[in-house]
Nanobody, 124 residues
Framework: QVQLVESGGGLVQAGGSLRLSCAAS????????VGWFRQTSGKEREFVAA????????GYADSVKGRFTISRDNAKNTVYLQMNSLKPEDTAVYYC?????????????????WGQGTQVTVSS
C-alpha cells in the first residue's frame, strides 16, 4: 500500500478551474494505477477519472469527459486532476486512490489505498 494526500481543493465560481494533486509516499508508487473519486453527503462514492501506472491509459466518467484531465508525474510521486469549466454539480469531497492495475477501475471497492479527501465547492 501507499499513503496518499490530496490537496488543491477550494471554493471556485462556476466556469472556473482547479487543479487537485495526489501526493504519494513510497518508492513503488509508479507501479500503481490511480483513480479520483468524489462523494457528496448521503451519496455513494462516484468515479471521476483514472490513470494507469505509465500514464498512457486514462479513463473518465461521462460527466467530466472533456472538462477534467488526469495526469501523473512519477518522478514526483504525484497524480493531478485538472478540472476546467467547473459546475455546481461538481461540488464534492474528492479522493484519490491507488490499486495495482486498471482492472475494473470505476469500482471504488477495488482500490487498496485512499487519501483523506479534499473539498471542492463550485458556486453558481
Amino acid at each position: 500500500q501507499v499513503q496518499l494526500v490530496e490537496s488543491g481543493g477550494g471554493l471556485v465560481q462556476a466556469g472556473g478551474s482547479l487543479r487537485l494533486s495526489c501526493a504519494a509516499s513510497g518508492r513503488t508508487f509508479s507501479r500503481y494505477a490511480v483513480g479520483w473519486f468524489r462523494q457528496t453527503s448521503g451519496k455513494e462514492r462516484e468515479f471521476v477519472a483514472a490513470i494507469s501506472w505509465s500514464g498512457v491509459t486514462t479513463g473518465y466518467a461521462d460527466s467530466v469527459k472533456g472538462r477534467f484531465t488526469i495526469s501523473r508525474d512519477n518522478a514526483k510521486n504525484t497524480v493531478y486532476l485538472q478540472m476546467n469549466s467547473l459546475k455546481p454539480e461538481d461540488t464534492a469531497v474528492y479522493y484519490c486512490a491507488a490499486k495495482g492495475d486498471l482492472f475494473d477501475y470505476r469500482n471504488y471497492g477495488r482500490y487498496d489505498s485512499w487519501g483523506q479527501g479534499t473539498q471542492v465547492t463550485v458556486s453558481s
